[in-house]
């Protein structure tokens, strides 16, 4: 699929009907945030919140990536947040196969119109969708990853931090790391270095 300008892309995705989740979204979630932008966080999928509001985490598991974008220095106004399906599965299950390779030609106009140079990947849909179809995120979490001339941090999706409050310190560290790579490129950038 080919969009001329964002509007289009978001006409397209506000009228979508590539797959059934469509049929009991109330809201489509494309993101939110500058374009274009130097990060890009990339999730699952809108949850209970997000289908009410229309907006990206902004439920509880929003509270948790509020939380780990301060310790770590970063204002989450000044990056872009979506998910690789932009409608809420039923009942907050996790996306089908299908559901994904629907929603991916949006996902892939969004990074070339947002041009981000770091790409996170929260949680193992995100980082199968755009890093390796194989990936768990329990073994890449943390890792860098380079592809296009684009990083690629994955860590654990913030819901997973819900459940499972022992990886908010592994989490919390992934975020550190990218503040340190973002710090390093915007160092880069300003002194003429590619």
């Not at 080919?2 to 009907?17: A, P, Y």
């Not at 000044?78 to 690789?84: H, S």
Request: glycine fraction near 8%.
């Amino acid at each position: 699929m080919d969009f001329k300008d964002w509007r289009c892309l978001e006409e397209k995705v506000k009228s979508c009907k590539r797959c059934p989740l469509s049929l009991s979204v109330k809201n489509i979630v494309l993101g939110e945030g500058p374009i274009p932008a130097t990060v890009m966080l990339v999730g699952e999928a809108p949850g209970a919140v997000e289908d009410e509001v229309g907006r990206p985490f902004v439920g509880p598991a929003g509270e948790i990536l509020n939380r780990l974008l301060a310790a770590s220095g970063l204002k989450r106004e000044t990056l872009y947040i979506t998910n690789v399906v932009k409608c809420r599965p039923p009942g907050n299950r996790e996306p089908r196969p299908e559901e994904i390779q629907a929603c991916l030609p949006y996902l892939k106009a969004q990074i070339g119109f947002i041009r981000p140079h770091i790409i996170v990947c929260l949680g193992s849909v995100a980082a199968r969708a755009l890093i390796d179809p194989e990936a768990r995120i329990t073994q890449i979490r943390g890792k860098i990853f380079c592809r296009a001339g684009i990083y690629f941090l994955p860590t654990f999706h913030p819901a997973a931090l819900l459940r499972d409050g022992g990886k908010k310190l592994l989490a919390l560290k992934d975020f550190k790391k990218l503040k340190a790579l973002w710090d390093k490129l915007e160092k880069d950038l300003s002194s003429g270095v590619s």
